[in-house]
């Protein structure tokens, strides 16, 4: 069953679902190494969340509409994740045939920057209550307490 993840709709304001009358059926398969939660964008811009911690090699079925967005998030460590280099996948039209044929939408890591990846990893293996304690600047401090989930449409 779907959940909002409350308080994160708000940064997503121009990302929405519109109104359509056209089915599409997906697959997401998890190509990662990485457990991912599948994310619909809902009609007013929140976080729904559809599944959590679907673990790599697995798949999970989606029946849809074009025009509504998805996300991906890492179940752990909450980093973006992508569909063919894209962060939001938009699901193509179902053909009409009968059955129908689900597309399948494969969930993989981008290519994160160096700083990127460097946070990740001290993210993983520091606490949180422990960052200050960390001998670095004060800015890199206050990022890594702000984890960047901002969508970026491309």
């Known amino acids: 069953m779907p959940s909002n993840e409350g308080g994160q709709g708000d ?3 121009k990302l929405i679902s519109g109104p359509s ?3 599409s059926f997906a697959r997401f398969v998890n190509g990662s190494e990485r457990s991912v939660d599948i994310i619909w964008i809902d009609y007013e811009g929140k976080r729904v969340t559809y599944t959590t911690d679907l673990r790599p090699g697995e798949f999970f079925d989606v029946n849809t509409f074009v025009g509504h967005p998805w996300i991906f998030r890492d179940s752990v460590a909450r980093d973006k994740l992508t569909v063919r280099c894209k962060e939001v ?3 193509t039209p179902w053909n009409g045939d009968w059955p129908p044929q689900r597309t399948a ?3 993989g890591i981008p290519v ?3 700083r ?3 946070m990740q990893a001290i993210r993983k293996l520091v606490p949180r209550s422990q960052y200050d304690l ?3 600047p004060k800015t890199l401090k206050f990022e890594l307490e702000e984890v960047d989930d901002t969508i970026r449409i491309s």
């Open 134 to 136: 960390l001998e670095i």
């Open 89 to 91: 996948y938009f699901p």
């Open 105 to 107: 939408v494969p969930i």
């Open 21 to 23: 009358l056209v089915h």
């Open 11 to 13: 940064k997503d304001r």
């Open 116 to 118: 990127e990846r460097c």
């Open 112 to 114: 994160y920057t160096l």
